[in-house]
């Protein structure tokens, strides 16, 4: 978890409707970590936090590829840099659709362009196509979202509404979304920075450099959901 993508959370808090009850896959706050909270941003909510482990923000100890949970039991469930995580994800995905009321939301990230590090082991990336992917089908209506590169992108997610309910993503919600996404999410780097990483690029080129050069660069796009 980083300040981006808890401004993602936000930035999605104030445009979409998430409803309750909310249910967060791998909640666990490594100390020293506020910003991992995702709970301080949905004050007074009906909310859950699972995770593998348990720890600090975890309420009951789960496994995502065999949610103990009834059918249709959440308005949302959230899972932000989690799936890379889980060794069958295809499983997990289909646990989350599973649980997921008719109508409900699905906000997942999972990191890209990202070095690996292990809670307990690192086995994917996944790119905006992924996701799509694993969104068709249970899904009608989806957005996904990236920063860095479009070629090498740092963190993508993505924000999907299971069949059943009324739409909810439209060029009004988008554009709102893009702003919100600027205002909660964008983090400028500093000068100091820019200018190594400018050293950096005349001598090698910019291409080696991208992910660090676009990393402020934020992007949206409609999911194609048809199989």
């Known amino acids: 978890m980083n300040q981006l993508l808890r401004g993602v959370v936000q930035a999605t808090r104030e445009v979409f409707h998430l409803p309750e009850p909310i249910l967060?896959?791998?909640s666990l706050q490594v100390d020293g970590?506020?910003?991992i909270n995702l709970r301080s941003i949905f004050n007074n909510k009906d909310y859950l936090g699972i995770d593998f482990r348990p720890g600090k923000g975890v309420d009951q100890v789960a496994d995502v590829e065999r949610l103990p949970f009834a059918?249709?039991?959440f308005g949302t469930v959230l899972a932000l840099s989690t799936f890379e995580h889980v060794k069958r994800f295809w499983l997990g995905f289909a646990e989350v659709a599973r649980v997921l009321k008719p109508g409900g939301a699905f906000l997942v990230s999972c990191p890209f362009h990202f070095h690996v590090h292990a809670y307990p082991s690192d086995y994917w990336r996944f790119t905006p196509e992924a996701l799509e992917s694993l969104l068709q089908g249970a899904y009608s209506e989806a957005i996904v979202g990236w920063h860095g590169p479009e070629r090498r992108m740092a963190n993508v997610w993505a924000l999907a509404y299971k069949a059943g309910g009324p739409p909810r993503i439209c060029p009004t919600t988008e554009?709102?979304?893009?702003e919100a996404l600027y205002d909660c999410a964008h983090q400028p780097m500093k000068l100091s920075?820019?200018?190594r990483y400018g050293l950096a690029a005349l001598i090698a080129g910019r291409r080696p450099l991208a992910p660090w050069l676009d990393r402020e660069k934020i992007d949206i796009r409609r999911a194609n959901l048809a199989a």
């Open 175 to 178: 554009g709102l979304y893009r």
């Open 33 to 35: 970590e506020d910003m």
């Open 193 to 195: 920075r820019k200018m």
């Open 71 to 73: 059918d249709n039991t």
């Open 24 to 26: 967060e896959v791998g």
